[in-house]
């Protein structure tokens, strides 16, 4: 860290102060990259000091995160980024503090870290590296690789079913739920503001491609023949529209979602769901989270749903001050002995 974060002074950054000397060792052509280069370009935005800023990680590929990043950071082990993530924000309620963490990281051995980080609304921002496979450790197949998947440690198939991550966080009480993908730069750099702006949990889940052992995982949502017809981007206010020429649509019949054709005249863009990010209702945004098991549906991305309300660290300062207006100060000595004590003699 320089000089000038001893100061008060406003600080002007650019994507450069935000690039560590460090040098990058991921594998040419992965999609971490782009992740990385997209949250040194709007880190400058966030008008938030670099000494006030921390990046935590577990382990893997998505885990080197911190060493890249020019502010604070904490390279934790396996599974555990949410817990310690948890614990630096409460020990120091000023500081923003980021999670970067792979699918196998946070979902397998770190799934209970995760949910719990998730209800319990600590301000907290965390970036979902999703490639769909265990990079790291050279293959193997993860909580998010389809079933049937062939991989080194499934030679005949997956017989797994997946984890969808944003339905885990919704489920588990995220207050920000957010998809992008690597591939779409200026869309990523948006939901990783909006998770920078929201104050609780804002979880970002990031298709990443691994081009060395999950090469095209995201294929049919990234090239440019494909993309249109498979990709809903979600909009506040706006219907749910898509295709190359906007000659798609979805319905909400009820609870069920309906894929409609917007060139018969039958349907218009007037009769198709409307998306309300602010939804109260889990319903609605957890529908949307589960596309990937309705045939020819396309995959939404951008703000899934965001609620406000009372975060942990914010309500334990609250607690803390409270206890100490009605008690006074603690010390040590009253910590120790001020409870049920006795003497062995």
């Known amino acids: 860290m320089s000089s000038e974060m001893n100061t008060n002074e406003e600080v002007k950054y650019t994507a450069k102060d935000f690039s560590a000397t460090s040098d990058v060792r991921w594998c ?13 370009r709007v880190s400058p935005d966030f008008g938030i000091r670099k000494d006030k800023i921390v990046w935590v990680s ?9 060493y890249y990043m020019n502010t604070y950071g904490f ?39 995760f949910i ?10 965390i970036c979902l590296f999703n490639n769909r496979i265990y990079g ?3 293959g193997q197949y993860s909580p998010t690789s389809e079933k049937g998947k062939k991989t080194k440690s499934t030679p005949y198939g997956s017989v797994d079913f997946p984890f969808k991550p944003v339905s885990v966080a919704l489920g588990a009480g995220a207050t920000f739920v957010a998809r992008s993908i690597d591939r779409d730069p200026k869309h990523l750099q948006q939901m990783m503001t909006r ?15 691994c081009n060395i ?10 090239e440019k023949e494909t993309k249109a017809d498979n990709v809903l981007y979600l909009e506040h206010g706006k219907p749910m529209v898509y295709g190359a020429t906007n000659n798609k649509g979805i319905r909400l019949d009820g609870l069920n979602p309906v894929l409609v054709d917007l060139t018969t005249g039958k349907y218009s863009a007037d009769d198709c769901w409307i998306h309300d990010e602010f939804d109260a209702s889990p319903a609605r945004s957890y529908i949307l989270s589960q596309f990937s098991e309705l045939e020819n549906f396309p995959t939404p991305v951008g703000v899934f749903n965001q609620q406000f309300k009372s975060t942990y660290d914010a309500d334990v300062e609250e607690q803390i001050a409270a206890v100490k207006k009605m008690k006074g100060e603690g010390t040590l000595k009253k910590l120790l002995f001020g ?3 006795w003497t062995v003699e």
């Open 28 to 40: 040419p052509g992965c999609g971490d990259y782009s992740i990385l280069a997209q949250m040194q």
């Open 58 to 66: 577990g382990i893997g590929c998505s885990s080197r995160f911190p």
């Open 75 to 113: 390279h934790g082990i396996h599974g555990r980024a949410p817990a310690i993530a948890t614990g630096v924000k409460l020990a120091n309620p000023e500081l923003t503090v980021w999670v970067a963490t792979g699918d196998g990281d946070l979902l397998s051995i770190g799934g209970n870290h």
């Open 116 to 125: 719990h980080a998730c209800r319990r609304n600590i301000d907290l921002k």
């Open 136 to 138: 790291l450790t050279k």
């Open 195 to 209: 998770a920078a702006q929201h104050k609780g949990t804002a979880f970002i889940e990031i298709f990443q491609n």
């Open 213 to 222: 052992f999950n090469d095209g995982a995201f294929s049919i949502l990234t």
């Open 339 to 341: 409870g049920s004590t």
